[in-house]
């Protein structure tokens, strides 16, 4: 909520890093990726964390963050950065 306004929809998040890429859905603590692959996704104090087959886990951190207003409706759009590879 931003504003007090209520978001009813999810937001789309893509990802492009390596071999990988796609989009995930984050709902409740749970991410669903589409098209399907076999990675796990994590979001820890506002970070993601992204596992692979191979066990790399990839951490994602938010660098930047815009809000734009247009005929009343709001669009926040938020750039998360690869900070590491454990």
Do not use: Q, W
Request: proline residues 3%; aromatic residues 20%; contains cysteine.
């Amino acid at each position: 909520m931003y504003y007090n306004l209520l978001d009813g929809k999810p937001d789309i998040y893509i990802y492009n890093f390596g071999k990988y890429s796609g989009r995930f859905l984050y709902v409740d603590g749970n991410a669903y990726v589409f098209p399907y692959e076999d990675i796990s996704i994590e979001k820890i104090n506002g970070n993601f964390y992204i596992t692979t087959p191979d066990g790399n886990k990839y951490s994602f951190t938010s660098t930047e963050s815009s809000l734009t207003v247009r005929d009343h409706e709001f669009g926040f759009k938020r750039r998360y950065l690869c900070a590491g590879l454990k």
